[in-house]
Structures are given as C-alpha cells and as structure tokens.
C-alpha cells in the first residue's frame, strides 16, 4: 500500500487490546477501558509532535532545565470520538477540547455535520483529532477541514481502526496531516464498515447496539 504519514503502533500490549476490543463478546464497560488504554497508547506515540518549550526549574537541590508543552487541543468527532478523550486527557491534563458532531449517511456514506465547537487557540497548538474508525475516511477529512478553517496548521489525526481505503483519502486531501492508529484493517464491505473491524464504534461505547 503507497501511503505516506502513516503510523501504525507495533507493540503486543496494543496488539492484544484491540483482539480484546473487536471481540464481539467484548461487554460495555470493557470496551470502553480498552479503548481509553489504547488511546493512552496513541497519545504517548504522537506526542513526539508536541513542540517543547525550555524553561529553568528548581529541585529541592539545584537549578535545571525543564520543558513545557506548547498548547495542545484534542477535537473528538461526535459521537464515537468521546470514547478516547479521557484517555488522551489523561496525557495532556490541560488541553483544550472541541467537538465536531458528525454521523454518517447511510446510504451515501458522507458525513453529515451537526455541530461544531472549537477553541480559539488552534493557530498556535499542536491539534490532536481524535475518532477510533477510519473507513472511507469522509469524516475524518471533513472535521480536518473544518479544524483547518478555524486556524489549525499542526495537525494528528488519531484513530484506533484504519482501513486503507481511508487512509488514501485523508493522504489525498490532506497530505500534511500524518495517521497514527492501533491497528491496520484489511478494507471496507460493501456497507462502508471496516473488515475485520469492530462494527459500530459508537455503538458499542454508548451501548446503543
Ligand atoms: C463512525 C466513526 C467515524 C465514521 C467513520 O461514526 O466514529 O466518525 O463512522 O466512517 P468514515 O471514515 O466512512 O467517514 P458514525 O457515523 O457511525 O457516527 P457515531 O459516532 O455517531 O456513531
Ligand atoms: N464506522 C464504524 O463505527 N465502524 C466501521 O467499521 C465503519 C465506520
């Protein structure tokens, strides 16, 4: 597969959370630790893109040099992208959060916006966007476009299932945002949905299945 920007976490802790996950005895409350454990695991991978800033702290002995974060924001795209946010949260306390509400067509597979609440500091922050599926990948370039609007130039996107088919399209339409995700799936069915997958994201963490 010719993709570019795209990371993939090799790790055996990552890779026996997401057998857990996509297990479809998996119950509720477990799917929802397991996706905060692996988007811990996401955040602790990307955060290599946090620009640092030096600054001169005190021990109780002596001076030394310490960094501090420039501003991060996470944007979770409604409804499923919730599920990652405590755990990117639990990284990077002090983060900014913005909501992009977004559901996808059924029929057509296009995103359809909702709603949209951003910060106003996205010119200057390193902007995680957070959704654990990337299918056709329609969501995930419509929410960087609107993040983009709004200001943002340091863009991540990250997710817990990538299908190629999307990861071609957001390299397609947006080539300077880079992917980091948790597993790499096979393709799409002719429902849109990732094989192997997990089925509905947000309805396996909202139990609405
Ligand atoms: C899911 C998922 C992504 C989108 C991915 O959301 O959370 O946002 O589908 O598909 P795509 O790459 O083909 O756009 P869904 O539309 O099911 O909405 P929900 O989060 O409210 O369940
Ligand atoms: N959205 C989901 O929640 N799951 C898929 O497999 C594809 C899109």
């Given at each position: 597969?010719?993709?570019t920007?795209?990371y993939?976490?090799?790790?055996?802790?990552?890779?026996?959370?997401?057998?857990?996950l996509?297990?479809?005895?998996?119950s509720?409350?477990n799917?929802r630790?397991l996706?905060?454990?692996l988007?811990i695991?996401?955040?602790?991978?990307?955060?290599?893109?946090i620009?640092?800033i030096?600054?001169?702290?005190?021990?109780?002995i002596?001076e030394?040099?310490?960094?501090?974060?420039?501003?991060?924001?996470?944007v979770s795209?409604l409804?499923a992208g919730?599920?990652?946010?405590?755990?990117?949260l639990?990284?990077?306390?002090d983060?900014?959060?913005g909501?992009i509400?977004?559901?996808?067509n059924?029929?057509?597979?296009e995103?359809?916006?909702?709603?949209?609440?951003l910060?106003?500091n996205?010119?200057e922050?390193?902007?995680?966007?957070?959704?654990?599926?990337?299918?056709?990948?329609?969501?995930a370039?419509?929410?960087?476009?609107?993040?983009?609007?709004?200001?943002?130039k340091?863009?991540?996107f990250l997710?817990?299932?990538?299908a190629?088919?999307?990861i071609k399209?957001?390299?397609?339409?947006?080539p300077?945002?880079?992917?980091?995700?948790?597993?790499?799936?096979?393709?799409?069915?002719?429902?849109?949905?990732?094989m192997p997958?997990?089925?509905?994201?947000?309805?396996?963490?909202?139990?609405t299945?």
């Amino acid at each position: 597969m010719n993709v570019t920007n795209f990371y993939l976490l090799d790790n055996n802790l990552v890779k026996n959370k997401v057998s857990l996950l996509r297990d479809k005895s998996c119950s509720c409350s477990n799917f929802r630790k397991l996706a905060k454990d692996l988007s811990i695991f996401l955040c602790y991978e990307a955060s290599k893109n946090i620009k640092l800033i030096n600054y001169k702290l005190e021990t109780p002995i002596e001076e030394t040099d310490g960094v501090r974060f420039q501003p991060v924001t996470f944007v979770s795209i409604l409804r499923a992208g919730l599920g990652m946010i405590s755990g990117a949260l639990e990284c990077i306390p002090d983060a900014s959060v913005g909501h992009i509400g977004m559901f996808r067509n059924e029929e057509t597979l296009e995103p359809v916006r909702y709603y949209c609440k951003l910060p106003k500091n996205m010119h200057e922050s390193v902007v995680f966007v957070l959704d654990p599926m990337l299918a056709t990948g329609g969501s995930a370039c419509d929410a960087i476009s609107e993040v983009k609007k709004e200001g943002a130039k340091n863009i991540i996107f990250l997710c817990l299932i990538a299908a190629p088919e999307g990861i071609k399209k957001l390299n397609k339409n947006h080539p300077d945002v880079k992917i980091y995700a948790a597993s790499l799936d096979r393709e799409l069915n002719s429902n849109g949905y990732i094989m192997p997958g997990l089925g509905d994201a947000g309805d396996r963490i909202f139990n609405t299945v």
